[in-house]
C-alpha cells in the first residue's frame, strides 16, 4: 500500500516562495495511470486543489492559482514537488499531497499534511 | 472553478439519517459523473466515502450513499452513529484534467 509524505519549510516570508516536496512509498510514482495532486486546507476552512500532476510530467493548475504555481516529478527519488510563489497570508494553510488514478479519479491516498506558515 | 456550495452544518441522531447537498454547475457537477465525497475528522486527512456520484470504496460502510440530480449531488448517511461525527467535503471533476471542492459540511450526531 502506497504511502505519501509531506516535507518542507514550516514558515516562508510574504513574497518568498512556499516548496514543499512529497516522498512516495510501497510503489513507483512512475505507474502507468497515477496522477499526483497537491490540495490545501487554511486553518478552520475547506480543502482546496492546487494542482496535479501525471508522471511524464504534464501539470494541471486550478485556474486561481496557476500564475504562481509550479509542480515537477523526480522519478529517480520517487518524489514529487510544488511550488508556489509570492506567498502571503493568505497562502498559510496544512498543505497535503494526495494521489489519484486517472484524471478523474478521486484523491485515494493522502499524506498527512504539512503546515506551512507566511509570516514575517 | 468556484467552490461547490454546501450547508455549512447538519445534524440528526444516532439511528436517523441526514442529507449533505452540493450544488455546483454544468461544468462540474451536472456535466460529469466524477462526484466524489470525504470524511475528515479532526487532525486527520481526508478519506474518500463515495466516488463517481454512487460508488464506495471497500471498506466503506453501505450507510454512506450518493445520489445526483442535475447540478446538485447528495451524500446520505443512514442509521447515524457517534463515529459519523465529521467534516464532509464533496468535489467534482471540472473537465480539463481540474478538480473543484465544496466548502465542507460539519456533520453533527446529536
Known amino acids: 500500500q502506497q504511502q505519501l509524505q509531506e516535507s518542507g519549510p514550516g514558515l516562508v516570508k510574504p513574497s518568498e516562495t512556499l516548496s514543499l516536496t512529497c516522498t512516495v512509498s510501497g510503489g513507483s510514482i512512475s505507474s502507468s495511470t497515477s496522477y499526483w495532486g497537491w490540495v490545501r486546507q487554511p486553518p478552520g476552512k475547506g480543502l482546496e486543489w492546487i494542482g496535479s500532476?501525471?508522471?511524464?510530467?504534464?501539470?494541471f493548475y486550478n485556474t486561481s492559482l496557476k500564475t504562481r504555481v509550479s509542480m515537477s516529478v523526480d522519478p529517480s527519488k520517487n518524489q514529487f514537488s510544488l511550488r508556489l510563489a509570492s506567498v502571503t497570508a493568505a497562502d498559510t494553510a496544512l498543505y497535503y499531497c494526495a494521489r489519484h488514478f486517472a484524471a478523474a479519479a478521486p484523491f485515494d491516498c493522502w499524506g498527512q499534511g504539512t503546515l506551512v506558515s507566511v509570516s514575517s | 472553478q468556484s467552490a461547490l456550495t454546501q450547508p455549512p452544518s447538519a445534524s440528526g441522531s444516532p439511528g436517523q439519517s441526514v442529507t449533505i447537498s452540493c450544488t455546483g454547475t454544468s461544468s462540474d457537477v451536472g456535466g460529469y459523473s466524477f462526484v466524489s465525497w470525504y470524511q475528515q475528522h479532526p487532525g486527520k486527512a481526508p478519506k474518500v466515502m463515495i466516488y463517481e456520484v454512487t460508488k464506495r470504496p471497500s471498506g466503506v460502510p453501505d450507510r454512506f450513499s450518493g445520489s445526483k440530480s442535475g447540478n446538485t449531488a447528495s451524500l446520505t448517511v443512514s442509521g447515524l452513529q457517534a463515529e459519523d461525527e465529521a467534516d464532509y467535503y464533496c468535489s467534482s471533476y471540472s473537465g480539463s484534467n481540474t478538480w473543484v471542492f465544496g466548502g465542507g459540511t460539519k456533520l453533527t450526531v446529536l
Open positions: 500532476i501525471y508522471h511524464t510530467g504534464s501539470t
